[in-house]
């Protein structure tokens, strides 16, 4: 079955420390995004890319950082810059930017947490 | 200012009863997004809005869309425990010509009881 894996599904971060998320997907899609969910804030955007080696910044991009070498894979890094990256962290992807009739798929997501 | 409003925030509701949430959103629109997340869940899509005046039904929850009101409906006929979930409206918006922009509501939190 197609969908997007991220892992892991819980990551501890040290102070000071950068980690990485993991957002694959099966679905041949080319669009991806990365967003920060935090509790009564909905959802926003961190990152997103619509084709290989190609990617523009959301709306809260400062202190992420992010890759797309493969279609099917958007690591996203949160550094040591980001200074409050408690959250859950969703990674969804799209046939186009354009959602369309599809709208968009979502991973199972991330919940960061600093210790 | 692209914006998305919900409304209730929070809503809770007695099994077998009906309630509506409104999506209002700020700007041109012709495409709407429903969708469900259950606690430390993904989201899931419920309905995918693509004109004015569709009408999409899946079991006990009902979409509709106006888009020259800037307006779109989540009805709930007679609730069930399981429907308890947080439900969230994301609008797909033009602004600055010819851009588009994915807008998020805050999300409806839903306690469905006995």
């Known amino acids: 079955d197609g969908g997007i894996t991220q892992s892991p599904k819980y990551l501890f971060r040290k102070e000071g420390q950068n980690v990485t998320l993991s957002c694959e997907q099966n679905?041949?899609?080319?669009?991806m995004y990365w967003y920060r969910q935090d509790p009564g804030q909905g959802l926003r955007l961190i990152y997103y890319?619509?084709?290989?080696?190609?990617?523009q910044k959301g709306d809260i991009a400062e202190g992420y950082s992010v890759s797309r070498e493969k279609k099917e894979s958007f690591p996203l890094t949160v550094t040591s810059a980001q200074k409050n990256p408690t959250a859950f962290y969703l990674c969804?992807?799209?046939?186009?930017?354009?959602?369309?009739?599809?709208?968009?798929?979502f991973g199972s997501g991330t919940r960061l947490t600093v210790v | 200012e692209l914006k998305v409003e919900q409304n209730p925030l929070f809503l809770s509701m007695q099994e077998g009863k009906n309630y509506t949430i409104y999506c209002n959103y700020s700007?041109?629109?012709?495409?709407l997004y429903w969708y469900r997340q259950d606690p430390g869940k993904s989201l899931e899509s419920l309905f995918v809005?693509?004109?004015n005046g569709a009408v999409k039904q899946e079991g006990r929850l009902m979409a509709s869309l106006d888009t020259k009101a800037r307006l779109s409906t989540l009805h709930i006929t007679a609730a069930v425990h399981d429907l308890s979930a947080t439900y969230f409206c994301?609008?797909?918006?033009?602004?600055?010509?010819?851009?588009?922009?994915?807008?998020w509501g805050l999300g409806t939190s839903l306690a469905v009881n006995p």
């Open positions: 890319s619509q084709i290989v080696n190609d990617f």
């Open positions: 809005l693509l004109s």
């Open positions: 969804a992807s799209s046939i186009g930017l354009r959602m369309g009739r599809y709208g968009y798929t």
């Open positions: 679905l041949n899609h080319d669009a």
């Open positions: 994301a609008v797909d918006m033009i602004h600055a010509g010819n851009n588009r922009k994915l807008i």
């Open positions: 700007t041109t629109s012709d495409r």
